[in-house]
């Protein structure tokens, strides 16, 4: 369901999970020199999720781990069903959730402090889904 490509020297791990990079393929590089060329930034990774139907899904989390630096650049790019990314403050309850459709070839851009003041997921959804494919462009240091 899930895989890493990037730079062969810059392993990764969240939730215990320690992934060993693939080495970068044709396809992975164009969509990675297009969006370096709108982010401004060199990304060392990308992690794909696959999602199969609305029954698959992504918890609330924070792409906050070490490797990834102090205000990590996170450049998602959605393939195939729509879906909805939520959003919700860490610490402000006061704050309502945020809900973003990420459609067939979208890019969400997350920098800065995102990942300490916000949480985001994929949620589960009880409608027909078809596939989706998300790759997460990262800088690994």
Same mark, same amino acid.
């Given at each position: 369901?899930?895989?890493? $490509?990037?730079d062969?020297?810059?392993? $990764?791990? $969240?939730?215990? =999970?320690?992934?060993?990079?693939i080495?970068?393929?044709? %396809?992975?590089? +164009?969509?990675?020199?297009r969006?370096? %060329?709108?982010?401004?930034?060199? /990304?060392?990774?990308?992690?794909?999720?696959?999602?199969?139907?609305?029954?698959?899904?992504?918890?609330?989390?924070?792409?906050?781990?070490?490797?990834?630096?102090?205000?990590?650049? =996170?450049?998602?790019?959605?393939?195939?069903?729509?879906?909805? /990314?939520?959003?919700r403050?860490?610490?402000?309850?006061?704050?309502?959730?945020?809900?973003?459709? +990420?459609?067939?070839?979208? +890019?969400?851009?997350?920098?800065?402090?995102?990942?300490?003041?916000?949480?985001?997921? =994929?949620?589960?959804?009880?409608?027909? +889904?078809?596939?989706?494919?998300?790759?997460? /462009?990262?800088? =690994?240091?």
């Amino acid at each position: 369901m899930t895989a890493f $490509y990037g730079d062969t020297s810059k392993d $990764y791990s $969240y939730s215990g =999970i320690l992934m060993k990079p693939i080495e970068w393929n044709e %396809e992975l590089l +164009l969509i990675k020199n297009r969006l370096e %060329e709108v982010a401004k930034i060199k /990304f060392t990774s990308v992690l794909l999720n696959y999602y199969r139907d609305g029954k698959d899904s992504m918890g609330w989390h924070s792409d906050d781990e070490k490797e990834l630096g102090q205000n990590p650049v =996170i450049g998602s790019v959605s393939f195939g069903e729509s879906r909805v /990314f939520q959003m919700r403050h860490k610490f402000r309850k006061d704050i309502k959730k945020v809900d973003i459709k +990420l459609t067939d070839g979208s +890019l969400l851009l997350m920098k800065g402090s995102t990942q300490h003041f916000w949480q985001h997921q =994929i949620p589960k959804s009880k409608r027909e +889904l078809k596939l989706r494919i998300n790759l997460t /462009f990262r800088v =690994i240091i």
